[in-house]
T-cell receptor
């Protein structure tokens, strides 16, 4: 079972360009999340979705948007990237147990 | 608002020595506490959660509500324990839903 699949694995992006990080899960989990991981800051929640059709803001939502058209997919979009968005992005999902299952991460560099 | 504090960015111990990774939290209600681990080149994964009261890979963690702590302990460190460890808090029983992570502690077990 693949679990959580993220794409791309790594990307270099020019400032001002837009980018969508893709996340797909095959576990039929209701809840999905996007975190960014930065050295010294740990993991910070960007956006989340408790169920298909709903989304919510996390701790650091500015500059990011998400959508949840169906259960499996939860893309994260940067409309106009800035260098401070250079980070490793992790998608995660959780089911009834509450345990978070993470993807392998997407490393984004904004120049 | 909830907060998780991991005071040590790096903890270096010798193989066979006891390990204690510190975690303190602040939350006005009844939290659920977790430890997640990220081994080199692997996904972030759940190590243990306080409600299960399990020992996983020799690690234990006791929730101390008086001291608002959830320290991770292991009596004898092994080389394979080297990893990044994150303490996390959820305000809901069952976990998930806007999990708040600490900044992480890198554990290095030396031979």
């Amino acid at each position: 079972t693949a679990g959580i699949t993220q794409a791309p694995t790594s990307q270099i992006l020019a400032a001002g360009r837009s980018m969508t990080l893709r996340c797909t899960q095959d576990m039929r989990h209701n809840a999905m999340y996007w975190y960014r991981q930065d050295l010294g800051l740990g993991l910070r929640l960007i956006h989340y979705s408790n169920t298909a059709g709903t989304t919510g803001k996390g701790e650091v939502p500015d500059g990011y948007s998400v959508s949840r058209a169906n259960t499996d997919d939860f893309p994260l979009t940067l409309a106009s990237a800035v260098p401070s968005q250079t980070s490793v992005y992790f998608c995660a999902s959780s089911g009834y147990t509450g345990e978070l299952f993470f993807g392998e991460g997407s490393r984004l560099t904004v120049l | 608002a909830q907060r998780v504090t991991q005071p040590e960015k790096l903890l270096s111990v010798f193989k066979g020595a006891p390990v204690e990774l510190k975690c303190n939290y602040s939350y006005s209600g009844s939290p659920e506490l977790f430890w997640y681990v990220q081994y080199s080149r692997q996904r972030l994964q759940l190590l243990l959660r306080h409600i299960s009261r399990e020992s996983i890979k020799g690690f234990t963690a006791d929730l101390n509500k008086g001291e608002t702590s959830f320290h991770l302990k292991k009596p004898f460190a092994q080389e394979e324990d080297s990893a990044m460890y994150y303490c996390a808090l959820s305000p809901l029983t069952g976990g998930g839903n806007k999990l708040t992570f600490g900044t992480g502690t890198q554990l290095k077990v030396e031979l």
